[in-house]
Nanobody, 116 residues
């Protein structure tokens, strides 16, 4: 079965760092554009980072630019989101997403809480 499983979330103080991982299985990972989204309850899901196939091109939301880095390891079939200089407003459930042609997969999300 094709699936994405996030991990690495948790509680961190403002200014701290977290590294999220998203392990993909059941499909050929390297062909996919991968994304990280985040969502606060009651609010619309927000795209925060994108990596095109191969990881050559990346894009970030203005709110995270310079602080977050998306990367991928096609051999390990894993997507990463390195989050530095975290702010309370970064608190959300973070979801990884992989898309290629008709294929569209979502992880179940991992909670990131930035608080003192």
């Amino acid at each position: 079965q094709a699936q994405l499983v996030e991990s690495g979330g948790g509680l961190v103080q403002p200014g701290g760092s977290l590294r999220l991982s998203c392990a993909a299985s059941g499909f050929t990972f390297f062909s996919y554009t991968v994304n990280w989204y985040r969502q606060v309850p009651g609010k619309e899901r927000e795209l925060v980072a994108t990596s095109t196939s191969g990881g050559t091109t990346t894009n970030y939301a203005d709110s995270v630019k310079g602080r977050f880095t998306i990367s991928r390891d096609n051999f390990r079939n894993t997507i990463y989101l390195q989050m530095n200089s975290l702010k309370p407003e970064d608190t959300a459930v973070y979801y990884c997403h992989a898309v290629h042609t008709i294929y569209n997969y979502w992880g179940q999300g991992t909670q990131v809480t930035v608080s003192s």
